[in-house]
């Protein structure tokens, strides 16, 4: 069906035709390189994969493939995509795309609330135990310029994430910490310098639970 022309033989985004596709605006554009499923913008599960091709792109060269192939080959075709993969697909790379399959959760183990004084958050550190809920709820005490001040920790921030919270509107998100790890978490909310606030930033600290199937023992 032609994807090898621009996606290339091996899925790499080197075919023939891949360093001559442009854009609606004229712009340079390249081939998606299956081997890499973070650059897949609308998602690496199979049904995602399977619309991406049906649908196409508007304003690529992405082209629709509706009406070509039938359900069944669509399906056949998106796992095969999947093979081109150079990593095997670890659990983050699914979960960042997750947004739709978000697990309902109940009561959270930790409570915290965070605030914000002259850029700095208050608590800097944040702990807790692989596994356990955390909510967190968010009060600065200054509005950031007007926008607010934001919290994302890094390698969490699809499920962890708060945007424009002001004085007097705290928000809260809750989360699960599934990842053991020492992270960063930082204002996601950009202010009128159109930086985000660099110096807000603060530790978050997921100690590992060792599981009986994991022990030596
Ligand atoms: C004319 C060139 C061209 C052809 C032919 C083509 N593609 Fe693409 N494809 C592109 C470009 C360009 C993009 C990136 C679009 C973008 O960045 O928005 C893309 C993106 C994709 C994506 C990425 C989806 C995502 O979420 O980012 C998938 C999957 C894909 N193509 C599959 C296929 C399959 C399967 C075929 C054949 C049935 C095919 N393509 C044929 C040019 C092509």
């Given at each position: 069906m032609s994807c090898a022309?621009?996606?290339?033989?091996r899925g790499l985004g080197d075919g023939p035709s891949a360093y001559s596709l442009v854009d609606e605006s004229n712009?340079?554009?390249?081939?998606?390189?299956?081997s890499k499923p973070s650059g897949f913008k609308a998602g690496y599960a199979t049904k995602e994969i399977v619309r991406a091709f049906l649908t196409g792109f508007n304003g690529?060269?992405?082209p629709s493939f509706d009406g070509n192939?039938?359900?069944d080959e669509a399906w056949k075709l998106a796992y095969y995509v999947e093979t081109l993969v150079k990593d095997p697909v670890v659990p983050v790379a699914r979960e960042s795309q997750g947004f739709a399959i978000r697990e309902q959760l109940g009561e959270p183990d930790i409570r915290i609330k965070l605030t914000e004084k002259a850029w700095r958050y208050i608590p800097s550190e944040i702990r807790a135990k692989k596994g356990q809920i955390i909510e967190v709820t968010?009060?600065?005490t200054d509005n950031g310029l007007g926008a607010g001040h934001g919290f994302a920790i890094s390698s969490y921030d699809e499920v962890a994430f708060i945007n424009g919270a002001m004085v007097g509107v705290p928000k809260a998100v809750k989360f699960r910490a599934n990842r053991a790890g020492k992270f960063i978490f930082y204002c996601s909310t950009q202010c009128s310098t159109d930086k985000?606030?660099?110096?807000?930033?603060?530790t978050f600290i997921v100690e590992d639970v060792p599981t009986k199937t994991a022990s030596l023992e």
């Open positions: 022309s621009c996606h290339g033989e712009q340079k554009i390249p081939a998606r390189d299956f690529t060269p992405m192939i039938s359900k968010f009060e600065p985000l606030h660099p110096l807000m930033n603060g």
